[in-house]
């Protein structure tokens, strides 16, 4: 089909706001579009000087390619996050697990890596996050929803605040330690420089039942020190 310079596609691609996942090559179908839009677009990247036309049928496409895509539910996501809470409890760390979502495609996933690599700062929603942020190559992550089976902590809450998240949704409650909803509000805390959305509630049954079974089989064993884990050196 007609394309696009490289030039203009590299150009533009970098002032995008979508995921790289989003973003259009000159391999990009555009069948989706009706016919007189797709005559107009041939007409546009064939046009060398027209760059007004040009960027106008980018972002259309980028539009069209975005609302073509399947959008997929939260408990779709929260399923994977509970695939990945259950890779934890499989490892001996504490079943919870975290995707990060950005233009309904996954940026990074994780799961709780206390253990393993011997660090506080080990939860899956902090591996998660600073995973998106590598690969986005930004902090800021105000287009990303964090899907987590497990109410943040208060450190985490924090650190969804710095990354100035746009939503989270979360499986079950943390009565003893959530940040957002059972202990503190970090989330809509108006003395903070970033409130964001959240959905609590999201498969909670099963996302709570994980972690009752596995604090049910951990009492059963004989107390163990943690010289006795395996240990995991963290990545670089």
């Keep these: 089909m007609p394309a696009f310079s490289q030039d203009f596609l590299k150009r533009r691609n970098a002032d995008s706001k979508l995921s790289p996942s989003l973003h259009l090559t000159n391999a990009t179908k555009i069948t989706f579009l009706p016919m007189w839009m797709r005559d107009s677009y041939i007409r546009a990247s064939k046009a060398p000087q027209d760059d007004n036309h040009k960027d106008f049928f980018y972002e259309l496409i980028l539009m069209m390619k975005n609302l073509d895509a399947p ?3 939260d408990e779709f996501w929260m399923r994977k996050s509970l695939h990945l809470a259950k ?3 499989e490892q001996d760390e504490v079943p919870v697990g975290a995707i990060l979502v950005v233009d309904n495609h996954i940026i990074s996933k994780s799961f709780n890596k206390k253990e393993q690599w011997r660090t ?6 902090v591996i998660c996050v600073h995973r998106a942020s590598q690969k986005l190559d930004r902090w800021r992550l105000s287009d990303a929803t964090l899907y987590v089976t497990l109410e943040p902590c208060v450190m985490c809450a924090g650190m969804l605040v710095q990354s100035r998240i746009g939503r989270l949704v979360y499986g079950t409650k943390d009565p003893k330690g959530g940040g957002i909803h059972s202990l503190y509000q970090l989330s809509e ?3 903070l420089n970033h409130r964001f959305e959240v959905t609590s509630g999201v498969l909670a049954e099963e996302c709570g039942k994980i972690l009752s079974d596995f604090f049910k089989q951990r ?3 004989p107390m163990e020190n943690d010289t006795d884990r395996v240990t995991k050196k963290k990545p670089t």
């Design 189 to 191: 805390d108006s003395r």
């Design 71 to 73: 959008r997929h539910s």
């Design 87 to 89: 890779k934890a409890a």
């Design 219 to 221: 009492r059963k064993r």
């Design 120 to 125: 506080p700062i080990g939860h899956a929603e």
